[in-house]
């Protein structure tokens, strides 16, 4: 296993909650250093070109409306098979569906706004990395 970076995203119902601390004591905790993080607010064409892969579905227009409804709190998580570990550590996307102790059993509302976002594989953390981060803003 190779150290990896992914990008992780704070969802308005996260920020809203004031859970940002909490969220991020388990990244700690479980060993992903967070090496970059903003707080923004989204506007509308910002979260459509995150969500593009997203395009065709069916949730996309409620998504980015979603995504731009409060502050949102960008980061880039680094660490031992970063991509995966993040994911395992959300829990499944529906908080229903989430393992017992993941972000989105413990936190999550809803399908839509489960509190956190994480890249699924090598080639979307490097797009969305770089959406929101220059090289310089990244300090490992
Ligand atoms: P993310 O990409 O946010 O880490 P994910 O990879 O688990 O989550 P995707 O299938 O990529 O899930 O969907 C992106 C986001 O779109 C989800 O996190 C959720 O907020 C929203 N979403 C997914 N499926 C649905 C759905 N059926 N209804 C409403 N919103 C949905
Ligand atoms: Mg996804």
Redesign the pocket.
Known sequence: MAEERTLS?L?PDATRRGLTGTINAQFEEAGLRIIAQKRLRLTLKQAQGF?AV?AE???YD??CA?MTSGPVVVQVLEGEDAIAKN?EI?G???PKNAAEGTIRAKHGE?????S?????APETAAFEIAYFFSAIELVG
């Open positions: 995203i969802k969500y997203h579905r069916a949730f409620d998504l979603y994911r959300m499944a996307t529906n809803s399908v839509e706004a489960n956190v976002h994480g890249s699924d």
